[in-house]
């Protein structure tokens, strides 16, 4: 059991997080701070958190494992804040959905402290944002990927291991590079086809009568759409490369299917849409094809 959790960013992730540290007993105290104190006040009240913190640094402040749950774009300043009160026996996580950029940003901001941080993403999330949808479940039974450093220490990456385990965790480790790379296909590409095809939809002169006709397969294709867009604004930015060489494969397979209608070559395009659905009918989350 972890003596304190010091959190940093008291919304949808960060309070999950400390409600399921609390709920497998693997914390004494929650420490919390947000940017908004009326955010922190509402977590202490629902629970979340024990201690409201007036700072971040004064959140980690006793603390033996501390979460960051910020924008991916605030990672450098919130580490920056803390850096006086790391050491070596401190545990810092993060659970920003881009990793690559989030390393560089903590060997800047920790410099020496850098190997206590383990870069993590757990696999989870809601469309709706802030701590009053926080839940104990939120990561249970989902994937963790743990992005780790030749400097980061082996006994800190031990620790975040064995606690997204003791969650009910499924944990992966590879490299920032690869991560960024799988989830721009997977992730952040999915979110930008959604964001796009609303606004596609809406900026047409019937576009309010067309979504008044959308049925449950338009609902669950355009969930995401809904996400928080100063959240996805930071992850899109930050993963822009992978992401914008991901968009041009997907056009590249729009363009392909377009161009089978335009023909009305009915084989190929069913070929095409066979393979898709195939592929979709036998995948299964965290498996990988054989």
């Given at each position: 059991m972890f003596e304190q959790l010091g959190l940093i960013?008291?919304?949808?992730?960060?309070?999950?997080?400390?409600?399921?540290?609390?709920?497998?007993?693997?914390?004494?105290?929650?420490?919390?701070?947000?940017?908004?104190?009326?955010?922190?006040?509402r977590a202490r009240q629902l629970g979340v958190i024990d201690v409201e913190a007036p700072s971040a640094l004064?959140?980690?402040?006793?603390?033996?494992?501390?979460?960051?749950?910020?924008?991916?774009?605030?990672?450098?300043?919130?580490?920056?804040?803390?850096?006086?009160?790391?050491?070596?026996?401190?545990?810092?996580?993060?659970?920003?959905?881009?990793?690559?950029?989030?390393?560089?940003?903590?060997?800047?901001?920790?410099?020496?402290?850098?190997?206590?941080?383990?870069?993590?993403?757990?696999?989870?999330?809601?469309?709706?944002?802030?701590?009053?949808h926080a839940e104990a479940d939120l990561y249970s039974g989902r994937q963790?990927?743990?992005?780790?450093?030749?400097?980061?220490?082996?006994?800190?990456?031990?620790?975040?291991?064995?606690?997204?385990?003791?969650?009910?965790?499924?944990?992966?480790?590879?490299?920032?590079?690869s991560h960024d790379a799988a989830f721009a296909a997977v992730s952040h590409l999915?979110?930008?086809?959604?964001?796009?095809?609303?606004?596609?939809?809406?900026g047409q002169s019937h576009g309010d009568d067309f979504l008044s006709l959308a049925g449950p397969g338009f609902r669950d294709f355009t969930r995401i759409a809904a996400s928080d867009p100063k959240v996805w604004r930071d992850i899109l930015l930050s993963n822009r490369a992978e992401l914008i060489a991901q968009s041009q494969l997907f056009q590249q397979a729009l363009r392909n299917i377009e161009q089978a209608m335009e023909k009305g070559n009915a084989q190929a395009l069913e070929d095409m849409l066979t393979l898709a659905s195939e592929t979709r009918a036998h995948w299964r989350m965290g498996a990988k094809r054989k």
């Open positions: 960013g008291c919304g949808l992730m960060g309070g999950s997080f400390a409600l399921a540290m609390k709920k497998a007993g693997l914390v004494k105290r929650v420490v919390g701070y947000s940017k908004s104190p009326s955010t922190t006040d004064l959140a980690v402040a006793g603390a033996d494992v501390v979460l960051v749950a910020v924008p991916v774009a605030a990672t450098e300043a919130t580490l920056k804040a803390i850096k006086h009160l790391v050491t070596p026996q401190m545990l810092i996580m993060d659970v920003g959905s881009t990793k690559a950029d989030v390393v560089q940003a903590a060997q800047r901001a920790l410099r020496d402290q850098v190997g206590s941080f383990v870069p993590a993403h757990p696999i989870t999330g809601r469309e709706v944002s802030g701590v009053e963790v990927i743990l992005t780790p450093t030749e400097r980061t220490l082996t006994v800190q990456l031990q620790n975040a291991e064995k606690i997204w385990s003791a969650l009910g965790c499924r944990v992966t480790s590879m490299s920032p590079e999915p979110h930008v086809l959604a964001f796009a095809m609303m606004n596609s939809i809406t």
